[in-house]
């Protein structure tokens, strides 16, 4: 009984069902699948369709309510209510594409959209939160894996799927109305932060690398399938196969807490730190925290520069040393101590607090120009391909699926390296990631032969990173208590990004190159089908080519090094801030 108790408070446990809810969060992917069922089924045009996708990305980003419900209500609820709008908005977009239901208009199905994937910011921000607070010395690789089994969600969704072989496309609308919601409504009471020892153990790195190996097989395996599937044309026995291997795959992280509760049991809490009341663990903080406000100011303004660059144990000598003159010289009324207003970098932060931080902005505006040009990829993945004359553009769909999926692991597992093995600043990693995709928009800019493979693995890898960064760093920098809020606001960047480039260059750029073709009649023989365009009544002309992204690919290009730059101008900033976060265990570990 006892060990059956410790399974269920295992934090492990809670992990492993935070990659399962995480698996079903990836919604949002899934709308360039079922977008041409409501656009068939509703005479919907593109533009139309283009509007219930700007709904789709603001439901998925716009996070307030659900990080606000995650503080003021217990986690299992703010699931059930993600889960009941998920199931309520697909649902009701199900009854009407089937005809169960009279239309609504394009504004009512907006509507739907947006509250149906808004439910995935509820899924997203439970796991981030009870997982952080389970693990918050290990928050690079745990955001790394959670975003990045959000990232294979649409993959996993669409296996699935092609087992049900439904000839009636619009199965897979319901599939995405009653899936996540069963998943998450079966998995809400696990997923929630639990008590007992939080602080790194020896079986957790072997556990990490364990659940690492498991996303790089799943990973490679998917991969593998997409191919296969996209080039042969299998009989239905092997589809059903290869998804109950998908399924195997998606169980095995389980072993970790099976182990851990009734084969290895963890150590438990010395006794020392068990008889320690939690009253006097508060006071002991609260006294600390106060003398290291009212000295904190003078030490800044009196400690040399070349203290920061000693080693770890030296530099908290000499700190130790400069606090007590200034205590000294504060009780005999020789300096007058400055108390600071607000939280230091490190410290909990509410939403208020940090929007008038610096180093909060330029996280935001960096995550913009970065992720929001790879988002922009992203939604024009389909046309890009065609104007460099690919014609099967699902394969880069399928690809910069499991590249964004490696990146978000990777970009958890180095970060995670580069601030405990270096105390270096997280955002550093993030710097590396935009250097790679300003990389990847050249290739698409100049066409090279082999150039979209090359820049759908670069991008993909790129975007995926800043989901494992960001909010690992936003939570080293500004504090767990309030992360369901400021995590939330950060993700603004992605739609507010992809509206500047998708919405205002990509388009405008593509549509006037496009009419340049249209109104050129030895381009028009060149390019096949577009003869027949005026004739067949297409909404707007196709454009082919390099020209067609190239201007749009070298702007993003440009952003993602300004990117670039913010991001080092946040790691030139929080430098100190990450040496006394991880500076002092490192130096422990070493000693």
């Not at 509820?122 to 693990?135: E, G, I, M």
């Not at 498991?214 to 998804?243: K, P, Q, R, W």
């Not at 406000?293 to 303004?301: A, G, K, L, Q, R």
């Not at 730059?565 to 100190?576: D, E, K």
Request: proline share 4%.
């Amino acid at each position: 009984m006892e060990k059956l108790k410790s399974f269920f408070s295992n934090r492990w446990l809670v992990f492993v069902a935070a990659m399962w809810m995480q698996s079903w969060a990836g919604i949002g992917y899934l709308f360039g699948s079922i977008s041409p069922v409501i656009k068939s089924s509703l005479n919907y045009n593109q533009r139309q369709i283009a509007r219930l996708g700007v709904a789709k990305d603001l439901g998925d980003s716009v996070g307030f309510l659900a990080g606000t419900l995650c503080e003021v209500l217990p986690l299992w609820a703010a699931l059930l209510i993600g889960a009941l709008k998920n199931f309520v908005g697909y649902g009701w977009v199900w009854l009407i594409v089937t005809g169960r239901a009279p239309p609504l208009p394009l504004w009512a199905m907006c509507i739907l959209i947006f509250v149906g994937t808004n439910g995935e910011t509820y899924f997203n921000t439970a796991a981030l939160v009870s997982c952080v607070q389970n693990f918050p010395k290990s928050r690079g690789p745990v955001v790394g894996i959670l975003k990045g089994f959000a990232g294979l969600g649409g993959a996993i969704m669409t296996q699935i799927y092609a087992v049900i072989h439904s000839p009636d496309h619009a199965s897979l609308i319901f599939m995405v109305a009653v899936g996540p919601a069963m998943v998450i409504i079966a998995l809400m009471f696990i997923v929630r932060p639990v008590g007992g020892h939080k602080q790194v153990r020896p079986t957790d790195d072997m556990s990490f690398t364990f659940i690492y190996s498991v996303c790089l097989l799943l990973a490679a395996y998917l991969m593998g399938v997409m191919l296969v599937e996209d080039l042969v044309d299998l009989n239905h026995s092997v589809i059903i196969i290869f998804t109950v291997v998908l399924f195997f795959l998606l169980l095995v992280p389980f072993v970790i807490p099976i182990s851990l509760s009734f084969f290895y049991p963890e150590p438990r809490i010395s006794e020392e730190e068990s008889l320690l009341s939690a009253t006097q663990k508060q006071e002991a903080g609260k006294s600390e925290a106060d003398a290291n406000e009212v000295i904190f100011s003078e030490v800044e303004d009196e400690k040399p520069k070349e203290v920061d660059l000693l080693p770890a144990l030296e530099r908290q000598k000499r700190i130790a040393q400069l606090q007590t003159k200034l205590f000294q010289a504060a009780a005999e009324g020789a300096v007058r101590v400055k108390r600071r207003r607000g939280p230091r970098r490190g410290e909990d932060f509410t939403l208020t607090q940090a929007l008038i931080k610096a180093d909060f902005w330029l996280i935001f505006f960096s995550l913009l120009l970065g992720s929001g040009s790879g988002l922009t990829v992203i939604d024009n993945l389909g046309q890009m391909s065609q104007s460099l004359g690919y014609d099967n553009t699902h394969i880069f769909v399928s690809m910069i699926s499991i590249w964004n999926f490696l990146g978000r692991v990777g970009g958890g597992y180095f970060s995670e390296i580069v601030v405990r093995d270096y105390t270096y600043p997280r955002p550093v990693a993030m710097a590396v990631a935009q250097l790679i995709m300003a990389v990847g928009h050249l290739f698409i800019a100049f066409g090279w032969p082999g150039a979209m493979h090359i820049a759908t693995i670069l991008i993909g890898l790129g975007y995926g990173a800043h989901w494992a960064i960001v909010p690992a760093a936003a939570s080293e920098l500004f504090g767990l208590k309030k992360f369901g809020a400021l995590y939330n606001f950060l993700t603004l960047a992605n739609p507010a990004g992809s509206l500047v480039f998708s919405g205002l260059i990509a388009s405008s750029i593509y549509d006037r190159e496009a009419e340049k073709q249209a109104h050129q009649p030895h381009l028009m023989h060149q390019i096949p089908g577009s003869i027949f365009q005026g004739i067949l009544g297409q909404d707007a002309p196709k454009c082919h080519g390099v020209v067609c992204f190239f201007l749009t690919s070298v702007i993003m290009s440009v952003f993602c090094v300004i990117a670039f730059l913010l991001s080092m101008i946040l790691v030139h900033r929080t430098r100190i801030v990450y040496t006394n976060l991880y500076g002092k265990s490192r130096s422990s570990g070493l000693s």
